[in-house]
């Protein structure tokens, strides 16, 4: 399978991470030869298997459905690169 | 006593409680060895104030008796694991600055045995890499040299600051993780010894995730022994991992008796791959006539779709990496991006992540988008979980017919120059997993031991594989491998 330009750019854009245009070719060659590598996959004999979902058998714990942690806004938004009066600041989002 | 910091962990708890030494003296030994070694780019934040005040409260809590083993040992804590108010930054850009406000269970759990943090440890960006090259910081560098060349070789990746820093004896011992090798192979290029246990063992709380079904936190050690101890400290059910298991943790130490009459230990046709050098081929012979001559039974096996597992692990592990680094968007940690006039939420986050992310992260995150989109989905994505299921059955298939643990190289080759690696496609470097990466898609156990030298010197790892849950035996056969090699070269200091 080998990867155009304009699905490098789509699959940039998905990602969202910003790519050059003139760096495409070069991830566009980058991507095709990976998926390359991973077309081997095709050899393997796979009908009537199911696709693993938990390497561990194992049934996940329950617990009762009540609130066990929160309360402290002022951690949540220690890190962030813009916060202001309790909230997360973000470029303005709708026109 | 001298040379504090060459003791392993063992020989420190015992020290420490004869009080031979105190782990404030440990403690200080190992911070002058960290400021002198700045040349191997191993610590990449130090945390001597904390250190001090951890050995302090150990000194007391070793003097009024009952101490646990990890009690007072100076380690080193990789950069992926969350310390609270300590930098935490998987060695990214994107996360330049943060500050985690919670501790990850893995160091909370030695901290409660009375472990001391150093500081924090060079690594891959996000785990992703063999070598140690994609770090925001900068290389890690390997302390072995070949021969009497000064070429800067890696310590392999992605735990590189980790495994330079124990071969190097800055520290006792230092966490790891481990989501294709990550554990390993930087133990094996360093002369050490690495254990990713079985998935669910330690919990992944708080250690940034790379690929979640994959990424297992492990210990890097001088010995065998203490890879049982610092484990037996790692270890244990978390609430606040569902996929953590609720087993009791045995103690691991106690079931190292070197004994291995009647195991039997297999050996997978399918890891003689072409080209291999003959070192790797005859450390691996001579691994296997030394477990026999320790009263084992050497028997061939097949484990046929062991060809299929890079491929496999190139799809799920991106997929999953473009999943967990979704949440690096520019507005809750780390870094965002200088926004131009009129760029909107969109722009935000696609210039924070193309400034945040390095290259081989970008790589990976895009290759998981694209497997993930629709229309790839089944072909790829689906399809490598069902090659995924079929290499778990090939373990379970040879461990039904009697196997106990599984004997293999740690790696294709000693470790390379920085660098040298530059030119080759990603497909290369990927290539250094090929003999843990099975393990970690079948959610096993497996320990890199050292087992001896290349003609250059430098040390070579074999690799034992265990049954899910059984780190115990594992660690024994790898007990009784570690005395029959001998192990004990160390690199000459340079730095």
């Known amino acids: 399978m080998s990867i155009d330009i304009d699905t490098a750019r789509r699959v940039a854009h998905l990602a969202r991470i910003a790519v050059k245009e003139e760096d495409l070719p070069a991830l566009a060659g980058e991507l095709s030869n990976i998926l390359t590598f991973m077309e081997q996959l095709n050899e393997v004999d796979v009908d009537g298997v199911e696709p693993m979902t938990s390497v561990t058998p194992m049934r996940l714990k329950r617990r009762e459905d009540v609130v066990t942690d929160g309360g402290y806004p002022e951690k949540i938004l220690s890190n962030a690169p813009d916060a202001r009066e309790g909230f997360f600041a973000v470029p303005k989002v709708v026109e | ?495």
């Open chain 2, 1 to 495: 006593m001298s040379d504090l910091t060459k003791l392993t962990i063992a020989e420190a708890r015992d020290a420490l409680r004869k009080g031979d030494t105190t782990s404030v003296e440990l403690t200080e030994a190992c911070l002058a060895q960290i400021e002198g070694a700045g040349a191997l780019g191993a610590f990449v934040h130090k945390t001597p104030e904390i250190a001090l005040e951890q050995a302090t409260a150990a000194d007391a809590r070793i003097k009024g008796g009952d101490a646990p083993a990890m009690c007072g040992i100076p380690v080193g804590i990789k950069d992926l694991f969350c310390t609270k108010g300590v930098p935490s930054q998987a060695a990214s850009g994107i996360l330049e600055g943060f500050k985690p406000e919670y501790e990850s269970t893995v160091t909370q759990n030695l901290f409660d045995a009375g472990t001391v943090m150093l500081g924090k440890l060079n690594m891959d960006e996000f785990a992703m890499g063999s070598s140690n090259e994609t770090s925001v910081y900068g290389n890690a560098v390997n302390p072995w040299r070949r021969g009497n060349e000064d070429t800067a070789l890696t310590p392999g990746g992605s735990s590189g600051g980790s495994a330079s820093a124990v071969a190097a004896d800055l520290c006792l011992a230092a966490t790891g993780t481990d989501t294709g090798g990550s554990i390993r192979q930087p133990a094996a290029f360093t002369g050490i010894v690495g254990l990713k246990p079985t998935y669910g063992r330690c919990s992944r709380w708080g250690v940034v995730a790379f690929a979640s079904s994959l990424d297992q936190a492990g210990p890097m050690t001088k010995s065998v022994r203490d890879a049982a101890i610092m484990l037996g400290a790692m270890a244990g059910h978390d609430p606040k991992d569902s996929t953590s298991a609720d087993i009791a943790v045995p103690d691991f130490e106690a079931l190292l008796t070197g004994d291995i009459k009647g195991k039997k230990i297999g050996i997978p046709a399918e890891y003689r791959m072409d080209g291999m050098p003959e070192e790797i081929e005859k450390l691996w012979h001579d691994g296997a006539e030394m477990l026999k001559s320790a009263g084992a039974e050497i028997v061939d096996i097949s484990l046929p779709h062991t060809k299929y597992a890079l491929p496999a692990y190139y799809v799920i592990a991106p997929a999953e990496a473009s999943s967990n680094l979704a949440r690096y968007d520019g507005v809750r940690y780390g870094h965002r991006a200088r926004l131009a006039q009129g760029d909107g939420i969109t722009e935000m986050y696609e210039k924070t992540r193309a400034e945040g992310f390095g290259h081989e992260v970008q790589r990976r995150v895009m290759i998981g988008t694209y497997v993930l989109s629709a229309g790839f989905y089944d072909a790829y994505y689906n399809r490598a979980r069902k090659v995924r299921a079929l290499i778990k059955k090939d373990f379970e298939d040879v461990f039904a017919q009697g196997i106990d643990a599984i004997l293999t190289p740690a790696t294709p080759s000693a470790a390379f120059g920085l660098g040298e690696m530059a030119e080759a496609d990603p497909v290369q470097m990927y290539l250094n997993d090929v003999f843990t990466v099975t393990v970690n898609l079948a959610g096993l156990p497996g320990i890199s031991v050292p087992a001896g030298t290349d003609k250059q010197g430098l040390p070579l790892g074999l690799q034992l594989i265990g049954r899910p849950w059984e780190e115990g035996d594992l660690l024994n056969s790898a007990y009784a491998l570690e005395q029959a090699a001998g192990f004990v070269s160390k690199p000459e200091k340079w730095w």
